[in-house]
């Protein structure tokens, strides 16, 4: 398997038996109870209905799901396909990237955005469109076409590029919602020895002040700090388990390989 991840966004919360999976050519859900009701203390994985093999060259990288377990896949080639969660068989929209594997990838909990990371920039995917009939709707449930906003970058400035050695970018993560109503307001990601912090407020407000890989919107606006040694992972706490924390501030917890730190 290439990536596994929960059912929807609040997966990690509860007591779940079941989790999508994903290899190169492959999307599947598996299901660890035994069919006996016996636990076990390596517990016997079963593949359920509903898995697809796709042809070759699909190479598929990374996934994600929202709240309502629609599921986002990156690939290799830059791609970003889009899937209602209910049938897995055929994406119902695909994103062409602009060349740059997707090595992560994060969807916001109403699934109106899309996170793509990528070694030089994040780009991040607004997933809602008006149809040819002036409705409101979503490219995980309908196909976008060409009706949907180009996507915004997130990059480092020249200098800090230098300053991270070139380093790529990895794991952009949204913050942590699980409960409708609440919105994500930060974008975190890694980078050497370096944790990268943009407001996604900022960024869904992006405008031509900045442009990039032929005029796409391009935020260089965030928070840097560097720790000692390779920053492993930056991902955010969800709100239960930071409970002195204001969600507009949100903690981010920066693991690296001997410690962890919490950044509020």
């Keep these: 398997m290439k990536d596994i991840v929960h059912d929807d966004k609040a997966g990690q919360l509860d007591d779940r038996s079941t989790f999508l999976g994903l290899d190169n050519n492959r999307l599947c859900k598996w299901d660890l109870r035994d069919p006996n009701g016996v636990v076990n203390t390596t517990p016997v994985v079963q593949y359920c209905p509903g898995g697809k093999d796709y042809s070759r060259g699909t190479n598929f990288q990374c996934m994600a799901t929202s709240g309502d377990g629609f599921v986002a896949v990156g690939s290799k080639d830059g791609k ?9 068989t055929q994406a119902k929209t695909a994103i062409p990237g602009l060349g740059a594997p997707i090595t992560a990838i994060d969807v916001t909990h109403d699934g109106k955005w ?15 469109y008006e149809d040819d009939k002036g409705r409101d709707a979503n490219g995980f449930t ?6 949907g906003a180009v996507p915004r970058l997130l990059r480092l400035r020249p200098e800090d590029t230098i300053r991270t050695d070139g380093r790529p970018l990895s794991k952009g993560k949204f913050t942590w919602i ?10 975190a990601a890694s980078c050497g020895n ?30 840097i700090n560097s720790k000692d040694e390779d920053v492993v992972d930056s991902a955010f706490l969800h709100p239960k388990y930071a409970k002195n924390v204001a969600l507009e501030q949100a903690a981010l917890v920066v693991a690296t390989p001997h410690r962890l730190f919490n950044m509020n």
């Design 80 to 88: 970003v396909r889009l899937y209602d969660g209910k049938k897995m």
């Design 114 to 128: 899309v996170l793509a990371t990528t070694d030089k920039y994040l780009m991040v995917v607004k997933t809602t």
């Design 142 to 147: 309908s196909r976008m076409g060409g009706r």
């Design 178 to 187: 699980t409960e409708k109503g609440m919105s994500e307001r930060w974008v």
């Design 194 to 223: 370096f944790s990268v912090v943009w407001n996604f407020t900022k960024v869904k407000n992006c405008g031509a002040e900045s442009l990039s890989f032929g005029g796409l919107p391009t935020s260089m606006d965030y928070i």
